[in-house]
Structure formats: structure tokens, C-alpha cells
């Protein structure tokens, strides 16, 4: 029973980092079709980010939360050139440029990653102020497990809030539905885009930042970030929240439990879960058909 | 009944709450002139999508010289014999027209999972004559994204006969046409219907398009039909003028809404 | 008499053409006598992957399917082959004859799930089972070798000395790519064009676009699977690496490269980029970094490819488009 409830919260915990990253990842489908496969490289590069800034601010008590309020903004705004300089010439035009767009993204970043950071794991570490565990139950928890699920359930909710409750929500929602309404509802498309991809790279280094103590920062943690990423929101549906939230839930059950099972084929639960998907509803549990 | 080729028997349409085609009820004669008029959002268009496939009605059946077609997908609905031109032209851009059209006729021959034979040279009368009969032959050799508004029209009906069809389902023909390009594509649709003995539905638009060449109009509005018959009769029916912003059906111009 | 001219890509090759190719031919026939020793295995890792990039280009460039998994059946074909000859004993005919069925069934498999799917849904799901793939060839240690590779896969004679060896490579990747170029002439291959064109049109001249999708996935695996045959047998063993995503963004970079819309263009890519892939490492050890550079220069600048590039110029040249 103890494993039980252990690997619960575990899941709770890889829910909502993956909640944080799909959000991101399926925002930025929904809005402006493109599927960002770099989304785990500016996961990865929060994680760096957040390394270096512990260790520059090494001896004040707030590093690591310094680091989790500059890293995704760093991320974020590298991002926003990204987008301006480079993604804005693609919109619309073939998949194939699309992809191998965001591809050389990842050779680019990666390599730059490589050239600042060298080959070696980095650990980013816990807040001072959560260290140390809380019992539930009788088993110990690490605090530092509410921090997660607090910021991801936060930003589960103010993005509900801003997308179901604020004018400019509604109006994205709208252009996610139906891209000709854009212009018609007054909307300055190349903004929206830019809008969209850079709030969607802060997400992904939010859940870099605060996945790192978790794991070791380290060179290649993007490519199965996004695979899983991809995993989720194939499952939730592309362009769908509430999906994402759901599917990202089911994933981190799929997985934790998944783990317990086949230890090294974690994996294949996913794999599964999405085939049994797609068959049932070819576009997510929440997604739209298209045409 | 015998003669009746395409029929639906109470067909309808949802999209989540919207119900974009209202049982309708439509009988459609052999080598009849069938115009399906009415204001935007009508579900005309929803109506050919269903007609052909492309949509899975939410209730109500197709039949098709009786054989019942309401569930099969639109590559099955064609091979039955009906084909399908769209409002916004639908051809091959990156091919040349006589490619295009080969094409057409190597999907009606079946002769598509031939691996080994060079496409090129296959059909190729077949591919002229067709590219003839819409007037295209002096175009053969262009690339499709590069023909006039009006010849692309032409190349979509060319890739809608290609199949034989019996049934012609024409979505918006003359759209985007401006009015002195329309005669000459309204009288070759009309004279391809009648040397092929085909049967005609056509969605238009433009009322001096429509009376020139439908024997018998559907009018709909919000999914429903609300007024069939003879092109006098519609233009007479007060329910229709009030359709179209109580003011007449006139012959001289667009109708409202389109 | 209706004449195929004007500006088209995918026209009749001219007399040009065939001199090129030609001239190609006596070329890769002369090759062992120019440069003998390591520039002959080189070669033959060349021509590996000009068979793998054109393979994938029947889905990418041809179908319009944008397949982020094609170095799964590159591998299936490699580790099947490999581990006929090494676990059951196989002599080296038989397994490779037997690598490209059992990679095209995968794809068979594969594609039963994908091809239906919109693009975005096409590309993560491909990724996807090619992750999976990559995760069973690593992790099967009994099987595969795990971590360490499958090794010790016997070759025979004549094909065991490097020029024996480049012969067999050059000779079944000609064939290979001679039966890919008539398969793109062909009526199959002019319909995956008019799917990538306009897929709802296809469907509408009576054609069920999924199964000619399913069919061209399973080709491309077809020839994936040989090209891995070959690169198993001439590296004597695999490695988990062979299947993953790297791999199979690089079949994609080789594709825009050289570019997609052109038979050709694979061939011209897999070359550049081998060619790059030697070259680049002496002067820089961030190799991926100039690679995403020059990717992104390709995409933005030149999208069509070397070769669209090329015959784009010419043609401007010549008076036509």
C-alpha cells in the first residue's frame, strides 16, 4: 500500500511538469499550427540556465528562487527572437520547413549548450527554504513536492482564468478555432504568435526549472521530453487545455505506475495509451476533427 | 420511381448544436438540371458534402439509383458515378493540366498501384480529348497554378468527368468569375451536361446563371428546403423573396448573401 | 501529339541527364582505382545513405508524408539481418534477404496506425514508434546487444574485402534507386505526387488515399530495410544509435538539402551531407551546431535544395518558368 501511495504523489508530481510542458506545446499547435519540436530544448536550456544562477547567487538563501523567476523569462525572451527572427518566415508555408526548422533549433541550441556547459550533468538545488520531507500518512514526502504541484495547479488556473475569462482569451480561443476570425475579430496575428510562442517557452522552463533538482540537467533531456510532451497532447488533443491537463494526469499515472511494473519499458504504457487513443478518437480525448 | 437517380430521405446535419442540414428530402430525376439556391450558412454546400462522403450524416439516408450510399466514404461515392467540382477550384496546382487530367483517368482506370509502367505515356487520347471537350487543349502543356481563374474551372470539370460520372455535383461554378467571364463556362457546364446525358446538381449563386440553365430549383435556408420547383414558380414564391431580404428574386443580378 | 514542356520538374530527363548520369556511373565504377583504402569505405557509407534518403523522400518529397521515424526500419533491417547471421546462424544471402521483408512489415504496422493522421498527428506518432523501436533495440540486451551492439555479423567472400564489399553496395543501391526512379514514373508514384498536392481531390477521383499512403510507407520501409542490410553487413554489427531520432532528422536534413521535389535531390543531399559530416569535425567539434546552421539556411533560403536551386537557375536560364 505504501508503494501505492508513494508512486501517487510521484505521479502527481510528473503530471504536473508535464502539465507545465504540454500546455506550452499544445498552446502554440492550437494557435499557430506549427508543432515546436525544440519545445524540450528550452526545457533543457531553463535547466542550465537555473544551474548557472545558483551558482553565481551560491550563497544567498533565495538562488533558487531567483532562478525560477529569471531562468523561463530568459528562456522566454530568447524565444521571442527565435520567433520574430526566424519562426515568422515559416508560418504557413510547407510542414517539412516547419519541422526542420525547430529541428536545427535543437542541433543550434544544443551544440550552444555543449559550448557553455560542457558534457557533464549539472544539479540544480532544492530551495533551502523546502528542503527536508512532511509526513502523509506515515510516509515522507519531500516538501519541495508542493512547491510543483502548487505552481503548476497556479498556472493551471490563472491560464484557465486568462483564457475563459478575459476578453483577449476568448478572442485567442477563437482564432485556435477558426483562423479567419482572426483578422475579423481586429487581432494583429503576428503578435498573437509571438505572444503565444514565447508564454509557451516560459512554460517550458518552468518545468525545466523545476524539474531540475529532480533530475540531473544534462545534454540530451530534450528529445524524451518531447516525445512525452508529445505523448500527452496526442492523447489530450492538439490546440485542447482542459486535454492537456487530463491526458497530462493520465500520463503521469501511466508512467509512475507504469514504472512499477516494467521498469524499463515505462515507455511502452505510454506508446500504448496513445495507440488506444488515436484508434478511439483520432484526435485526442479533447481535441478537435479537422475538416 | 425508377427514374429518379439521386434521393435523401430526411438527411441531417449536426455539428455540435448546430443543425446544418434539416431533414431534407430531396429527389433528384435522371439528366435532371437541378440549382440549389439559398443564403450563406444555408447548408448547401454541408448538403454535397454529404451527398458525396465527405460528411457521415447525423441521420436520414442517400440513396443513389436506390443503392443505398449514406455511409460510404467519398473515394466510393465517386466510383458509384458521382463526381464533384468545389467552390474554391480543387485541381492539382503543381501539375500541368494534361497531367492533371491523365491523373483523373488513371484513378478511373484503377490503374493506380501500377508501380513499374511511366505514367507519362498512358491515356494520352483519352487525356486530349477530354482536355477538348473543356476547351483546354491549347493549355495542355501549363502549369495548373498558372492558368486563368476561369480555365482552372474548366480543369476541374475535366478531372470531374474524367470518371464517367453520371451525377455532376457543381459547388459555386462560376464564383470568383467576373459576370462576362461567366457565359462561356455556364454554356459549356450546360452543354457537356447534355451531351453526356448527365444528371446535374448545381450550387449557385448568381440568379441569371441559375435560370438559364436549372429545370428545376431547391431553395434552403438554415438547412431546410423551404420552396421546390419549376425556375417561374420559385421566382414567384413569396417565402423566398422573403428569404432573400424581402426583396424580389431578380434575374439581373446576385441574389443576396452570395 | 501532346508534348510534356514547360517548366516542370518532374519532366522527361533530357539528353543532359542521361550524360550525367552516365558520367556518374563510370565515375562510381572507377572509384576503387582512384581512391583506394579508407576513401572506397566511404564510399560505400555514401551510397548507404543515398538509399535511405531516397527512400524516405518517396514519403516526404513525393507523398508529402513527413515521417520523423524512417531510421526504425533502417534499423529493423540492420538488427534483423544481423541477428539472423549471429543468434540463428544465417550465412550472409539469406538474412539479407531477409532484412527488407521484416522492416517492411513493421512499416506495414506502423503505418496501419499513421497514415490516416493529419500531419502534426503523423509526425509524433512516427517519432513515437520509432522511439519505441530504439528503446526495444536497446534495451533487448539478450537480443541485441543492448548498450554494446550486435557484433561479430559474418560477411562472405567476395564481400568481405572492402572492394568486394563496395561493388555489392554499389550494384544493389543502383538497382534499388533504379527501381525507386521507376516507381516515381510510374502511375503509383503520380498519384502519391497528386496526394501530396491535393489529397481531398485524390479522394474524390475515386481513390482511397489511405491505402496509397499505407502502400508508399511500406515501400519506403522496404528500401530502409536494405539500406540497413547493407550498413550491417559492411560494419560487421549495429548499434542501438542506428534508430534513433538523430538518425531519422538526418534522412530529413539529406531530403531538404538536396531538395525534396526532385528525384535527384536526396542523392545530392546524402552526398553534401556526408560530405559535410567528414569534413566538419576536423576543423570544429560542434559538428551539430554548423549542421543546425546550415539547416536553417536551407530552409529559409533555399528550401527547394541544392538541386532545386540548380534547375531552378537553368531553367530561368533557358527561358522557361
Redesign the interface.
Known amino acids: 500500500m505504501d508503494t501505492v501511495v508513494l508512486q501517487m504523489v510521484s505521479s502527481l508530481v510528473s503530471a504536473s511538469i508535464l502539465f507545465l510542458f504540454a500546455s506550452g506545446l499544445t498552446l502554440v499547435f492550437g494557435v499557430t499550427r506549427i508543432l515546436n519540436i525544440a519545445h524540450g530544448t528550452f526545457y533543457m536550456l531553463a535547466g542550465f540556465i537555473a544551474f548557472t544562477l545558483t551558482q553565481v547567487t551560491a550563497n544567498s538563501p533565495f538562488k533558487f528562487w531567483i532562478a525560477l523567476a529569471a531562468a523561463p523569462l530568459l528562456v522566454a525572451a530568447l524565444a521571442g527572437l527565435v520567433e520574430v527572427l526566424l519562426l515568422r518566415r515559416i508560418y504557413g508555408r510547407d510542414v517539412l520547413l516547419q519541422v526542420l526548422l525547430t529541428v536545427a533549433l535543437i542541433f543550434v541550441f544544443g551544440d550552444l549548450i555543449r559550448l557553455f556547459w560542457g558534457l557533464t550533468q549539472k544539479n540544480v538545488p532544492f530551495p533551502v527554504q523546502l528542503m527536508g520531507s512532511i509526513s502523509l500518512d506515515g510516509m515522507r514526502f519531500p516538501i519541495y513536492y508542493t512547491l510543483v504541484m502548487g505552481t503548476a495547479v497556479a498556472i493551471g488556473l490563472a491560464m484557465w482564468y486568462a483564457l475563459y475569462m478575459t476578453r483577449w482569451g476568448i478572442l485567442l480561443r477563437a482564432a485556435t478555432q477558426d483562423r479567419e476570425m482572426t483578422s475579423a475579430l481586429g487581432i494583429d496575428e503576428r503578435r498573437l504568435f509571438s505572444v503565444v510562442f514565447v508564454v509557451s517557452c516560459w512554460l517550458a522552463g518552468m518545468a525545466g526549472v523545476l524539474a531540475s533538482p529532480t533530475l540531473s540537467v544534462a545534454l540530451g533531456m530534450d528529445m524524451p521530453a518531447v516525445i512525452e510532451g508529445f505523448a500527452v497532447i496526442v492523447v489530450g488533443g492538439l490546440g485542447s487545455l482542459p486535454g492537456a491537463v487530463f491526458s497530462a494526469v493520465l500520463m503521469g499515472f501511466v508512467k509512475g505506475f507504469g514504472i512499477l511494473v516494467i521498469p524499463q519499458f515505462a515507455l511502452v504504457f505510454v506508446f500504448a495509451l496513445m495507440a488506444v487513443v488515436l484508434i478511439i478518437r483520432p484526435w485526442g480525448l479533447m481535441g478537435k476533427p479537422e475538416g | 420511381m425508377d427514374d429518379t437517380v439521386i434521393r435523401t430521405v430526411n438527411l441531417c446535419k449536426d455539428f455540435g448544436g448546430l443543425r446544418a442540414v434539416d431533414r431534407v428530402n430531396l429527389n433528384v430525376k435522371r439528366q435532371e438540371f437541378r440549382a440549389i439556391i439559398g443564403p450563406n450558412g444555408a447548408g448547401k454546400t454541408t448538403l454535397f458534402n454529404l451527398l ?1 462522403g465527405y460528411h457521415r450524416s447525423s441521420s436520414g439516408e442517400i440513396f443513389f439509383q436506390e443503392h443505398n450510399i449514406t455511409r460510404l ?4 461515392v ?2 458509384r458515378g458521382i ?2 467540382t468545389f467552390q474554391i477550384t ?7 493540366a ?2 492533371n487530367v ?3 483517368i ?3 482506370e484503377k ?10 505515356g ?1 491515356f ?1 487520347e483519352r ?2 480529348h477530354l ?1 477538348e471537350q473543356v476547351g483546354l487543349e491549347g493549355q ?4 495548373a497554378s498558372t492558368l486563368s481563374h476561369g480555365d482552372q474551372k474548366r480543369l476541374e470539370l475535366a ?1 470531374a468527368l ?2 464517367q460520372p453520371q451525377v455532376l455535383l457543381l459547388d459555386e461554378p462560376t464564383a470568383g468569375m467576373a459576370v462576362k467571364e461567366k457565359p462561356p463556362i455556364v454554356k459549356l457546364v450546360s452543354q457537356v451536361v447534355k451531351d453526356k446525358g448527365l444528371t446535374a446538381i448545381m450550387i449557385e449563386h448568381d440568379m441569371d446563371v441559375v435560370f438559364s440553365v436549372a429545370e428545376k430549383i431547391t431553395v434552403m435556408h438554415q438547412g431546410r428546403v423551404i420552396a421546390e420547383g419549376e425556375p417561374q414558380a420559385i421566382r414567384a414564391d413569396e417565402q423566398v423573396q422573403a428569404v432573400y431580404l424581402g426583396g424580389e428574386v431578380h434575374a439581373e443580378g446576385r441574389s443576396p448573401g452570395g | 501529339m501532346y508534348s510534356l514542356r514547360g517548366w516542370n520538374p518532374l519532366a522527361e530527363a533530357s539528353r543532359r541527364w542521361f550524360t550525367l548520369a552516365a558520367g556518374v556511373a563510370v565515375l562510381a565504377l572507377a572509384v576503387p582505382w582512384f581512391q583506394p583504402g579508407p576513401y572506397l569505405l566511404y564510399a560505400i557509407d555514401i551510397l548507404i545513405f543515398i538509399l535511405f534518403a531516397v527512400s524516405l523522400n518517396l514519403l516526404v518529397g513525393q507523398t508529402g508524408m513527413v515521417s520523423f521515424g524512417h531510421a526504425a526500419y533502417f534499423a529493423i533491417g540492420a538488427y534483423c539481418a544481423g541477428i539472423l547471421v549471429v543468434t540463428a546462424g544465417w550465412s550472409m544471402p539469406w538474412a539479407f534477404l531477409a532484412g527488407p521483408p521484416v522492416a517492411a512489415f513493421a512499416a506495414f504496422l506502423v503505418g496501419l496506425f499513421c497514415v490516416r493522421l493529419t500531419h502534426a498527428y503523423f509526425i509524433m506518432l512516427t517519432l513515437a514508434f520509432a522511439e519505441l523501436i530504439h528503446a526495444v533495440v536497446w534495451k533487448w540486451r539478450e537480443v541485441t546487444g543492448g548498450d554494446d551492439g550486435l557484433l561479430g555479423v559474418q560477411t562472405m567472400p567476395p564481400f568481405d574485402t572492402p572492394l568486394g564489399y563496395y561493388y555489392l553496395t554499389l550494384v544493389s543501391v543502383t538497382i534499388c534507386l533504379i527501381l525507386l526512379y521507376s516507381i516515381s514514373r510510374s502511375p503509383f508514384g503520380r498519384i502519391c505526387r497528386a496526394i501530396k498536392d491535393n489529397p481531398r481531390r485524390v479522394e474524390f477521383m475515386g481513390i482511397n488515399v489511405a491505402r496509397h499512403k499505407l502502400m508508399a510507407f511500406v515501400i519506403a520501409g522496404f528500401f530502409a530495410g536494405v539500406a540497413g542490410d547493407l550498413f550491417v553487413f559492411f560494419n560487421r554489427g549495429a548499434f542501438q544509435g542506428i534508430a534513433n531520432w538523430l538518425t531519422s532528422a538526418q534522412g530529413l536534413v539529406m531530403v531538404i538539402l538536396g531538395g525534396p521535389n526532385y528525384f535527384a535531390g536526396p542523392v545530392v543531399g546524402a552526398i553534401v551531407f556526408k560530405l559535410l559530416d567528414s569534413a566538419v569535425p576536423k576543423f570544429t567539434e560542434y559538428w551539430l551546431l554548423v549542421l543546425g546552421l546550415i539547416l536553417g539556411a536551407t530552409v529559409l533560403l533555399m528550401p527547394n535544395g541544392i538541386v532545386g536551386f540548380l534547375w531552378g537557375r537553368r531553367a530561368s536560364r533557358d527561358g522557361h518558368g
Open positions: 458525396t466514404p467519398p473515394h466510393r465517386c466510383r463526381s464533384r480543387s485541381i492539382f496546382q503543381n501539375f500541368t494534361f497531367e491523365q491523373a483523373a488513371l484513378a478511373y490503374r493506380t498501384i501500377d508501380l513499374v509502367v511511366p505514367a507519362a498512358l494520352r487525356t486530349g482536355l495542355a502543356h501549363k502549369l478531372l474524367a470518371g
